[in-house]
């Protein structure tokens, strides 16, 4: 927690995709605290027909390098968001080569209750974690 999901034009070789998570992971870390091991990434790709993400009156120039980012996490902070949305845009710039104008980020809040890890309990709410 918290469960990344990617959505990506198809066509990233396996290493590009690898230093894609690795980064953002990284910067999760950095923004929310959460530990090292607390990593939940799920990449969908799709065709470029099947992937639609303008601009919402802003003016950027979208490419096939677009990075959707869809966040499912607990109750964060507006100064930790504001964190996270900046170091994304600067490390998957800086490792990735991906302009910040095909970076978007959405994050949807939950609660303890929400979660389960496994074994059919809610880990939050037992105290296992």
Partial sequence: MPLLR?????????????????????AMVDAFQVPQRDRYQIVHQHAPNEL????????????????????VSKKRTTSQKEKLYALLADRLKT????????????????SDA??????GEAQFLTGKL
């Fill in 6 to 26: 990617f959505d990506l034009v198809e066509g990233r070789d396996e290493e590009t995709l690898r230093t894609l998570l690795d980064t953002t992971h990284q």
């Fill in 52 to 71: 639609i993400i303008q601009d919402t009156g802003l003016g950027f120039t979208r490419t096939r390098d677009l990075v959707l980012i869809s966040v």
């Fill in 114 to 119: 929400d979660w389960s890890f496994g074994l």
């Fill in 95 to 110: 490792e990735c080569g991906v302009s910040p104008e095909d970076l978007m980020v959405s994050i949807t809040e939950n």
